[in-house]
């Protein structure tokens, strides 16, 4: 579809903001009234649809995209969406450590050790560790506050740390990036270790690489969604 607008701008809404085009208010795929919390995301999603020039591509429109899953997703489905992301914590990336090599294994636990520290003092989510693919059984506590944290989430923060989750493998990752502990981009690569060891051994594979990118700026966008939801 082509560009059919003139201008994108965000607007005072019933319960929030809106985006218009031209003065109309935008509605979700589903049909939902597009409104969200604070001016400040719906100033960054209007900037989105403002850079838009001739075909619309909705792929690099990502804060409309996680407006869409608060509002369609997570909104309907909430207890699901809590559900799923939670589970993540009885099988966090950053507890699984590689067997090997060791040079891999000691990065890894320089990045990722100070990340389950800081869950374990700031969160109350201690998680235990373990090498190689042995599945580690978590403590019902530590995934009952780890599903407790989830759900204090409003949908649209629960929508970013949900694709933040699915992107890195890590709920304590996603987590961080929500409490402002870590950066999107370093979030992406620490999660990544081992996909960047294999490159640094086998060299770049341009289309891994084009994946990888297209993640990270998934990443800079949730953080982007999540800081202008104040």
């Given at each position: 579809?082509?560009?059919?607008?003139?201008?994108?701008?965000?607007?005072?809404?019933?319960?929030?903001?809106?985006?218009?085009?031209?003065?109309?208010?935008?509605?979700?795929?589903?049909?939902?009234?597009?409104?969200?919390?604070?001016?400040?995301?719906?100033?960054?999603?209007?900037?989105?649809?403002?850079?838009?020039?001739?075909?619309?591509?909705?792929?690099?429109?990502?804060?409309?995209?996680?407006?869409?899953?608060?509002?369609?997703?997570?909104?309907?489905?909430?207890?699901?969406?809590?559900?799923?992301?939670?589970?993540?914590?009885?099988?966090?990336?950053?507890?699984?450590?590689?067997?090997?090599?060791?040079?891999?294994?000691?990065?890894?636990t320089k990045?990722?050790?100070?990340?389950?520290?800081?869950?374990?003092?700031?969160?109350?989510?201690?998680?235990?560790?373990?090498?190689?693919?042995?599945?580690?059984?978590?403590?019902?506590?530590?995934?009952?506050?780890?599903?407790?944290?989830?759900?204090?989430?409003?949908?649209?923060?629960?929508?970013?740390?949900?694709?933040?989750?699915?992107?890195?493998?890590?709920?304590?990752?996603?987590?961080?990036?929500?409490?402002?502990?870590?950066?999107?981009?370093?979030?992406?690569?620490?999660?990544?270790m081992e996909?960047?060891?294999?490159?640094?051994?086998?060299?770049?594979?341009?289309?891994?690489?084009?994946?990888?990118?297209?993640?990270?700026?998934?990443?800079?966008?949730?953080?982007?969604?999540?800081?202008?939801?104040?």
């Amino acid at each position: 579809m082509k560009r059919f607008y003139k201008a994108a701008t965000a607007a005072p809404a019933e319960t929030g903001f809106t985006v218009t085009l031209d003065g109309r208010a935008i509605r979700t795929p589903a049909t939902t009234p597009f409104i969200v919390p604070t001016l400040a995301l719906a100033q960054a999603i209007a900037s989105e649809w403002d850079a838009q020039e001739g075909e619309l591509d909705q792929s690099v429109m990502r804060l409309t995209t996680l407006a869409y899953a608060a509002l369609d997703r997570t909104r309907i489905s909430r207890h699901m969406v809590i559900d799923e992301t939670a589970a993540y914590a009885g099988s966090d990336l950053l507890c699984y450590r590689a067997d090997d090599p060791q040079e891999l294994l000691e990065e890894q636990t320089k990045a990722w050790q100070p990340l389950l520290d800081w869950a374990a003092s700031d969160l109350q989510i201690d998680l235990t560790v373990a090498r190689g693919i042995v599945r580690v059984t978590q403590s019902d506590a530590a995934l009952q506050t780890a599903k407790d944290l989830v759900a204090a989430c409003d949908n649209f923060a629960l929508a970013a740390v949900d694709r933040m989750t699915h992107i890195t493998g890590s709920l304590i990752i996603a987590l961080a990036v929500l409490r402002g502990r870590l950066q999107a981009e370093e979030a992406y690569e620490i999660s990544h270790m081992e996909d960047r060891w294999q490159t640094k051994l086998w060299g770049t594979d341009e289309e891994a690489e084009e994946r990888h990118n297209i993640r990270i700026a998934e990443m800079v966008a949730a953080q982007k969604f999540v800081i202008a939801l104040g």
